[in-house]
């Protein structure tokens, strides 16, 4: 190797110690037909950074299990962290080739530009947290793959590898829908391998450069952490009123409600369609009650439920949504997030934890996560408790009163409550901003529990009986 | 419900709480055949726990997916973190027994007996990091349980669930089985749901009498810290001498042995055995540099690297094994271990992280856990690279005069070089508890450098052959 090149891997090598230092999360995707030179170039590359926080990702076709979650679950749970860097052997474009050209999931898409679609907005979401994607595309002349191809034949113990050669996706299929997608994004890199030492050399330049421009750009970075609230902010969204459910009629509505749910949920198992169900509210709200109604008669194997609470600081050292799309659920099963990705629009924006560019552009990152499970088939309902703040203040003095139930009031609570005003305005602009016809809000009034519970139960049957059977509302 | 029910209830969950306070890991396991009331007992327990630290799991008979892994991995994956409880419907038993009646693997285990044996270790290593397992067992008389089943089948939407009843185990053999576990082991608590009521009762009477227990055991924990090291220490271990490899003959050597470690990687994935590689030794030793001539020819898809830092806080509310048992290899990877599970009998002896207990019982545990592993055949080759005291200062000068190199010394580096006889004397003890014939140690002086590599890559290449081909060393 010349000296070119090992200066080249120097300097790569402290520009990543840079990044690293700086939080910035870097992925670097190599695409290209088999035995162009992928592996070498990638390898050549994993070699020369650091093990402790470089991983190698290799994406191959999906099997029955991955097929049992979201089209891109797999990126999102291995996201690298902050300061992490990864390699993608093949990454989301083949996975998406292999869908496409195999048909995979066909009777869950209406096109495969839905894939597409997730794809951009999953690229744009990380950039916008200042992830850095650097993209490489690997040709090489025929006469010297089929040379690589040869040497790998030649090993006896090697030659079973080549089987791999004959991949999943027709070569021409994917060199077409590869040079569409390089043609349209400036971002792609191709690099020739015909010459090794030269695409070594262009591999480490590009390198350099991307990410020399991110540590400028972090280096740069405006962290205005306004939360943009309006003095004595006032809304009527929040003013529905529900005839009262009776105590008397409470107790058999109720039974029979779960017992539906319960139905619902073997039905929902059956066709396997899964169901994310999102609790945000007041303090005191009611949350917990509501979830316990719930599952109370579910098949505890089938669902779960998640209580969020501040992230641990491996979940701080990552993209916000990254926790959340690690729980979502596979094929009929049920997830209950009892607070969610809303966070991010509601404490965060109010406690000035993300920034005013942070939490402004989270409202169409949000529709678009929850849009990459609902263009699956995932039912995705979320509810909005909504309570006053005289019945707030008094469910709190019952909390305190009441020895079972201390432990659930906190010094955190009654510091909440100073900031009605903006909880109120956050949950206004949150619900205005994603009430989605894909992942609708339902504002539940929840000054009384038992009507609001009804009212819960309810919704989610009339929604799922209507994805499992058309049923509709008269 | 009677009152009594409600009472025992509320105070399971106090109790629950208190647990989780004091950081507690909880386990609690429902067995018993289809239908006998294990559902309707674990999910009673569920809904009266706090769903924040509760988690539901439920075995299920193996998938292709499953089956690349150790039999015990998922429960590793899965273990509850400190105040964390975890309610297991079917647990370890259960899967033993799928294991061993559809013979499962069976050419992996000389006897399924090594599966009991693994559980044993399992649960005993568990209890010693205060883990709290609670073993129920179901029965219920069969009139009733019949009863159970045909109110499953008269619901159109739920009978297809009455399929789940034609078990994977036939029901003889799977009560004898249990009942053999139940008569051996103590800790199981066997309840007759056949009375409902008295179930329930009985079951929160046992969850609280162990909590209880639980609570008091951990308020009395004695926390010696002692490293107990002699003054002084000497051992004539790591006085090995190896014939220097001259730099002539090295080039062409090390990539001789690369090239056949690359063959050795295809052979592994071929035949689908693991390989695991532990890198210990004093700082400076050399543990990256002989980790990156190792994997400098393999195909990086295969292997992974994984760097060993100070546990994160997410970490350090597990059990100490738990952040390596899910970095094990699937079936035919190679995972690389740049600092181990070693360190508990190394930096978290010497700085007192974990007590004169945790510490002295590591080394069986650490045994046992590797031989979780070995039992199926993973390879497990652990090497300590020995270095001198006047050649790690000379590297640790080098290091800070080279720009290039400066970020690999830190100050904790020459923190622990003052304690450089307790590091001597803690490695000399590992090596001692920890050398056994499935998971050998293999001491490389490293003093230099080139020779240290030769002899860890023959080392591993002599072994593998030894697995894959039966070469004898002669």
């Known amino acids: 190797m010349s000296h070119n090149v090992e200066e080249l891997q120097l300097k790569a090598a402290q520009l990543n110690r840079q990044t690293h230092e700086l939080g910035i999360p870097v992925m670097v995707l190599f695409e290209g037909i088999p035995a162009s030179g992928k592996t070498r170039l990638s ?3 994993l070699l020369h950074l ?3 926080y470089t991983q190698f990702i290799s994406t191959k076709s999906p099997q029955a299990h991955d097929l049992r ?19 993608y052997f093949r990454s989301w474009y083949s996975h998406y080739l292999d869908y496409k050209e195999n048909e995979i999931k066909h009777d869950k898409y209406k ?35 089929q040379e ?27 060199l077409n829908n590869m040079r569409y997608f390089i043609k349209k994004d400036k971002d792609w890199k191709v690099i020739d391998y015909t010459e090794r030492h030269q695409a070594f050399e262009k591999m480490y330049l590009h390198i350099i450069k991307r990410l020399e421009k991110a540590i400028e750009k972090v280096e740069n970075e405006n962290n205005n952490v ?26 058999d509505k109720i039974i029979e409600l779960q017992q539906r749910m319960r139905e619902i949920q073997f039905a929902l198992y059956e066709t396997k369609i899964p169901l994310v169900l999102v609790f945000e509210g007041m303090d005191a709200a009611g949350k917990g009650g509501n979830i316990k109604r719930i599952r109370e008669k579910l098949d505890p194997t089938g669902y779960e439920v998640n209580g969020i609470s501040a992230p641990t600081d491996v979940e701080k050292n990552h993209h916000y949504l990254w926790r959340f799309a690690k729980k979502m659920p596979k094929t009929g099963h049920i997830e209950i997030f009892d607070r969610s990705w809303y966070g991010r629009v509601l404490v965060e924006r109010v406690e000035g934890f993300a ?35 005289d019945e707030q203040l008094k469910r709190f003095n019952d909390r305190e009163k009441n020895p079972d139930k201390q432990w659930k009031i906190t010094d955190e609570d009654w510091r909440n409550r100073k900031k009605w005003g903006q909880y109120l305005e956050a949950s206004h602009d949150m619900i205005k901003n994603t009430n ?27 929604k799922c009986e209507a994805v499992l059977w058309g049923v509709k509302d008269y």
């Open 69 to 87: 979650y979201q089209f891109l679950q797999k990126y999102w749970n291995s996201l690298p962290q902050k300061g992490d860097i990864n390699i």
């Open 50 to 52: 650091d093990a402790k």
């Open 436 to 462: 989605t016809s894909h992942a609708p809000w339902y504002i539940i009034p929840a000054n009384h529990k038992k009507t609001g519970r009804i009212e819960v139960l309810k919704t989610i049957i009339r």
């Open 355 to 389: 920034n005013k560019d942070e939490w402004r552009s989270a409202y169409e990152e949000i529709n678009q996560f929850e849009k990459m499970w609902t263009d699956e088939g995932t039912i995705v309902l979320k509810f909005f408790l909504c309570l006053d703040k």
């Open 111 to 145: 096109s495969y530009d839905v894939l597409v679609n997730q794809i951009n907005d999953f690229e744009t979401m990380l950039k916008k947290d200042n992830f850095e994607i650097i993209k490489f595309f690997i040709e090489i002349n025929e006469e010297k793959r």
């Open 43 to 45: 390898n050549e590359l």
């Open 226 to 251: 306004d939360g943009m609230f309006t003095t004595d902010f006032t809304t009527s969204l929040f003013d529905i009123d529900l005839p009262k459910v009776h105590k008397k009629t409470y107790k």
């Open 148 to 174: 690589h191809i040869q040497q790998t034949k030649n090993n006896p113990l090697m030659k079973w590898k080549v089987q791999e050669y004959e991949n999943v996706i027709p070569q021409e299929t994917y």
